[in-house]
């Protein structure tokens, strides 16, 4: 079963930040973060695994709530090169990476 | 250090004819997984292999198919092609299992037009 994004999509100014919000049905092993900007492929942000600590790339930082099976993705100090659509995939007992439907960020000067 | 390479890049075929995609991982990546994304339905597992194995599938018709050789690179096929499976078709390769805690390098994707 997919996880569930929200939002679907968020437009955001230089130097704003926002949130990207994931969650599952299922008790997850892990969760991933990827990016992928329009005729490219997704690229791996992060990875949060359960019982681990809160992840951060540049101005970009995850959490994992294991009793909620929830993830979030922090975009801090948006930058141009913010832009693309954000995908967070799910590990749980059946060992596959289901993603969601992805989150649009477009962030404008 | 070379990336994931998928051929070819771009690839059009008639309904009822088969197509083989291939897809060559990172060196020393062992890990093969396929996806396949499309606008409605976003980006779904078709199958993960590992050392020649496949270890995980998912919920598509027997029409789908792959392989991995010893060299870890991976074919994917699609027989009797429906106009349903236009797609961008997804390849990612990791160094370990998923389940060990790594995160995937994709590759450019094999753009699947059926007409």
């Known amino acids: 079963q997919q996880p569930v994004q929200s939002p679907q999509a968020v437009i955001l100014r230089e130097g704003e930040d926002a949130v990207i919000n994931c969650s599952s049905s299922?008790?997850?092993?892990?969760v991933h973060w990827y990016r992928q900007k329009h005729g490219e492929a997704p690229v791996f942000l992060m990875i949060?695994?359960?019982?681990?600590e809160q992840k951060g790339h540049d101005k970009i930082s995850a959490s994992f709530n294991e009793k909620k099976q929830q993830s979030s993705l922090y975009l801090t100090a948006s930058q141009l090169s913010y832009s693309g659509t954000y995908f967070c995939g799910t590990v749980s007992s059946d060992y596959k990476l289901s993603f969601g439907a992805g989150t649009t960020v477009t962030v404008r000067a | 250090k070379a990336g994931v390479t998928q051929t070819p890049r771009y690839l059009i075929k008639t309904r009822g004819q088969q197509v083989t995609l291939s897809c060559s991982p990172i060196?020393?990546?062992?890990?093969v997984s396929w996806y396949q994304q499309t606008p409605g339905q976003g980006l779904q597992f078709l199958f993960e292999?590992?050392?020649?194995?496949?270890?995980n599938k998912g919920n598509f018709p027997g029409r789908f198919s792959g392989r991995q050789f010893s060299n870890s690179r991976s074919e994917m096929n699609v027989s009797t092609l429906e106009l349903g499976d236009s797609a961008l078709y997804l390849c990612?390769?990791?160094?370990?299992?998923?389940?060990?805690?790594?995160?995937?390098?994709f590759g450019s994707g094999t753009r699947l037009t059926v007409v």
């Open positions: 299922k008790a997850l092993y892990s």
């Open positions: 990612a390769s990791s160094l370990v299992n998923i389940d060990r805690g790594l995160g995937y390098t």
């Open positions: 292999y590992f050392s020649e194995t496949q270890r």
């Open positions: 060196s020393g990546h062992r890990s």
């Open positions: 949060l695994l359960k019982g681990g």
